[in-house]
């Protein structure tokens, strides 16, 4: 008896969330800020949240039966199913991707090696002493660190 | 209860604090160095110039001690090394450390040092070492850097890229899906993910071998692509946003 | 555990939701398991995974990879919040002290309770068990963690944690017998 109860504990795996209920839950706890009061009200926005995809969500299904679906304006499309596609998300993991910062820092430490090294050259006269004081207060401007 | 809140402070705005003094230091440093060559292009007494020569040579030091500070705290702060590159990450942490030591060296001569030829000669030491020594190093640790920093750059993509796919695979079946540009801005995209994903592989071996300035080259192109594949998702959204209010 | 994990919650702490993200798409299955078989209903489990996530997330920074695994600091806040649940609920059978001396099997009613051996049944009697039995069967064999792993949650010893699997399995056999000789209408003390 005991092997065929381990067997049926391990059948247990079978139970899986709901994946409307993972989808929703996935987006609210990402879109929550970390000190947002949100947790106060996350029940009822979980539960209308919910029954608005689903019913959406049945929505399109009758429409596509009935073949009406080349009509069906996107709005009738539940905002959840297609949450990537958000702009304002987008927009913002752009400007955090910080492309530009990270080749800039590069560019700074080719720049700062080649100019002090060449400040340390006691040959320099003072035409040339001026211009490499020049050439690395613009690294300073340009710093980006 | 002022002790509290002060002790609690540093803890919280440290690490703020570490960066922004960093940034400082270096600032500090180079302006230094501007200073210095701008009173040395004057004319100058013996005592002048040995002083402003020396004052140069700190400013050097410094600066190159806050910029290893600053390289330092980059290279630690890489997360997910494994292998040969977490090898090489700690060979380029203790090359920063002998670095270093090379600089505490130069300070106790300087500090001591009271003839205008030896302070030059000290000059002329230190140019060559950071030409010969610092340069190829510096170099290394950038390229390095920024592979690292493109992989978390390239995973982020990624993610998007993943998300966007899951979340269109559900609408697929949907008319006003099937004939929208959607899917194909998605195969773009999924193009330059793919492309950006090569170059990050590229550059990564490349590390392993030497300072290869290539590797900078590769990261740029590998940031273009994944650009690219932003501008695809960017567009995706727009005719999506146009489509939803007609 | 998730390939490039300690790299992932990194990334979260400093406050990056697509990296959180991937942590909630591998877990969550799990997680929702564990809830699932010690509660009531699957409203209430989803109300309480929701809780454990957001929990997780908010508090992401308060997480230290040096001291366990990011599994077991998730099954410690479900734990948490399915105490706070049982708490305001008022059946909860807890056969812990129950002494498993008065209990003989015979030979008949196992074969009997073998066939009575479905899902549900299975499901309903790990709800009776107590907290302690609950966490180690559902983490042992429905989610096959290993000892130290489930040690690092409940904050107990392996040794400890094998005895109580012991100590679950039976209680669970018992649990299952009782409520087939109920249906059956026997009475078996």
């Known amino acids: 008896m005991e092997n065929n109860l381990f067997n049926k504990i391990k059948l247990l795996k079978q139970i899986r969330p709901e994946a409307g209920f993972a989808l929703s839950s996935r987006r609210i706890i990402l879109d929550t800020t970390k000190k947002s009061h949100y947790q106060i009200l996350f029940k009822k926005q979980l539960q209308q949240t919910f029954i608005l995809s689903a019913a959406m969500g049945m929505a399109v299904v009758l429409l596509v039966i009935v073949g009406r679906i080349s009509s069906l304006p996107l709005e009738g499309l539940s905002p959840e199913l297609i949450s990537s596609l958000n702009s304002k998300d987008l927009t913002l993991e752009q400007e955090n991707l910080n492309f530009n910062i990270q080749l800039a820092e590069a ?11 060449m400040a340390l050259n006691n040959d320099l006269d003072s035409v040339a002493m001026q211009k490499q004081a020049e050439n690395i207060n613009s690294l300073i401007k340009e710093l980006a660190l | 209860m002022k002790k509290i809140v002060f002790i609690l402070m540093i803890f919280v705005l440290g690490p703020f604090v570490v960066r922004g003094q960093t940034t400082i230091n270096i600032k500090t440093a180079l302006q230094g160095i501007v200073d210095n060559l701008e009173q040395l292009s004057r004319r100058l007494t013996g005592n002048e110039e040995l002083k402003i020569r020396k004052a140069a040579l700190k400013n050097v030091i410094d600066l190159a001690t806050a910029e290893s500070n600053d390289l330092k705290n980059k290279l630690i702060k890489l997360e997910g090394l494994e292998g040969d590159y977490l090898k090489l990450r700690d060979t380029l942490l203790k090359e920063l ?7 505490d060296s130069i300070n106790s001569v300087l500090e001591r040092e009271t003839n205008l030829v030896k302070i030059k000669n000290l000059s002329t030491q230190l140019k060559d070492w950071r030409r010969i020594v610092y340069h190829p190093i510096l170099q290394r640790i950038i390229n390095f850097i920024l592979v690292f920093e493109g992989r978390d750059v390239l995973q982020l993509a990624e ?30 995209a999924e193009g330059s993910l793919n492309k950006a994903r090569e170059l990050q592989s590229a550059s990564m071996l490349i590390i392993l071998k030497s300072s290869n300035n290539d590797t900078q080259k590769l990261i740029e192109d590998e940031l273009d692509k994944i650009r690219e594949t932003y ?11 146009k489509a939803s209010k007609k | 555990m998730l390939e490039n ?23 969550l299955a799990p997680i929702y398991r564990f809830v699932f078989l010690k509660v009531d209903t699957k409203a209430e489990a989803e109300d309480l995974v929701h809780e454990v996530f957001l929990s997780a997330w908010k508090n992401i920074e308060d997480y230290d990879h040096l001291g366990f695994p990011f599994s077991s600091w998730l099954y410690q806040i479900a734990r948490h919040k399915v105490i706070d649940y049982y708490r305001t609920k008022k059946n909860n059978l807890n056969i812990e002290n ?19 051996l479905d899902l549900d049944r299975v499901k309903d009697a790990i709800k009776q068990l ?12 429905v989610e096959d963690l290993s000892y130290p792993e489930i040690s690092a949650v409940l904050d107990k010893s392996e040794g400890a944690i094998r005895l109580i699997q012991h100590r679950a399995i039976q209680n669970l056999k018992q649990i299952i017998r009782q409520s087939v000789e109920t249906k059956n209408g026997e009475q078996f003390i």
Not at chain 3, 18 to 23: H, Q
């Open chain 1, 107 to 117: 560019k700074y430490y080719k720049e700062s090696t080649t100019q002090v090294t």
């Open chain 2, 97 to 103: 450390g002998n670095h270093s030591n090379y600089y």
């Open chain 2, 159 to 188: 993610i998007r890229f993943n998300n966007i796919s899951s979340d269109l695979r559900k609408v697929s079946n949907l008319e006003i899906i099937k004939d929208s540009p959607l899917n194909n801005l998605l195969v773009k």
């Open chain 2, 231 to 241: 501008s695809y998702f960017v567009e995706m959204s727009d005719w999506l946003k």
């Open chain 3, 5 to 27: 994990e300690a790299h992932i919650i990194r990334q979260a702490q400093q406050g990056n939701p697509e990296y959180f993200g991937l942590l909630y798409d591998h877990y």
């Open chain 3, 98 to 116: 129950v002494n498993e001396e008065n209990f003989k099997v015979a030979n008949a009613v196992e074969s009997e309770l073998d066939k009575n």
């Open chain 3, 130 to 141: 107590g907290e302690d039995q609950q966490n180690v069967l559902i983490m042992r064999f």
